[in-house]
């Protein structure tokens, strides 16, 4: 949807599109077909507003037409002729719009899905490059110069949180250091 319009002004651009080829309709009579016409409004009410709002205005598309065939005095050689055009351009504004509100989807979905290939790829671009790391605390450098412990940085650059514990070298190095076990009597 677009951020800068709010919702009931394209609401009310489509209605009175619809209306306005309605009119345009009405004054040059029956002879024209105006079918194509509204089209475009129903188009632009499922671009910017989706399917729903599409088919509600292709409901009022119809009964337009159908008050236009009305005040100009049409009448059909039989009913079953005028449900049949009725129902061939209620399911043309319903299959014009729902084509354009999947394909607004689609493109919405690409372009979310292209913004997080981006995303990750830069990360990942973030991760390949040289880290300026200290040889005895393992704290990275970042770009702006700042030491960060190891753990924050990549979590930082990359989603990874951490878990810690000991492997067993550290682990029984631990337990000498803290007198729990004897490195004699372990030998």
């Given at each position: 949807?677009?951020?800068?319009?709010?919702?009931w002004l394209w609401a009310t651009a489509a209605a009175a599109g619809v209306f306005l080829i309605g009119w345009?309709?009405?004054?040059?009579?029956?002879?024209?077909?105006?079918?194509?016409?509204?089209?475009?409004?129903?188009?632009?009410?499922?671009?910017?507003?989706?399917?729903?709002?599409?088919a509600a205005l292709a409901v009022l598309s119809i009964l337009v037409w159908l008050g236009v065939n009305f005040?100009?005095?049409?009448?059909?050689?039989?009913?079953?002729?005028?449900?049949?055009?009725?129902?061939?351009?209620?399911?043309?504004?319903?299959?014009?719009?729902?084509?354009?509100?999947?394909?607004?989807?689609?493109?919405?979905?690409?372009?979310?899905?292209?913004?997080?290939?981006?995303?990750?790829?830069?990360?990942?671009?973030?991760?390949?490059?040289?880290?300026?790391?200290?040889?005895?605390?393992?704290?990275?450098?970042?770009?702006?110069?700042?030491?960060?412990?190891?753990?924050?940085?990549?979590?930082?650059?990359?989603?990874?949180?951490?878990?810690?514990?000991?492997?067993?070298?550290?682990?029984?190095?631990?337990?000498?250091?803290?007198?729990?076990?004897?490195?004699?009597?372990?030998?």
């Amino acid at each position: 949807m677009n951020k800068h319009v709010p919702v009931w002004l394209w609401a009310t651009a489509a209605a009175a599109g619809v209306f306005l080829i309605g009119w345009g309709d009405w004054l040059t009579g029956y002879e024209l077909n105006f079918l194509l016409f509204y089209f475009a409004p129903i188009s632009i009410c499922a671009w910017f507003l989706g399917f729903g709002a599409s088919a509600a205005l292709a409901v009022l598309s119809i009964l337009v037409w159908l008050g236009v065939n009305f005040l100009t005095g049409y009448t059909p050689a039989s009913h079953i002729i005028a449900v049949w055009n009725t129902m061939i351009r209620f399911f043309s504004f319903l299959t014009i719009g729902w084509s354009v509100s999947r394909i607004r989807h689609a493109l919405d979905h690409e372009h979310s899905t292209a913004e997080d290939l981006r995303r990750a790829l830069s990360e990942v671009k973030v991760l390949e490059s040289f880290l300026p790391i200290c040889a005895e605390c393992k704290k990275i450098r970042d770009q702006q110069g700042v030491w960060q412990n190891l753990e924050d940085y990549i979590g930082h650059h990359s989603g990874t949180r951490f878990s810690h514990g000991y492997c067993p070298e550290c682990a029984k190095k631990a337990m000498e250091e803290a007198g729990l076990i004897d490195r004699k009597t372990e030998q």
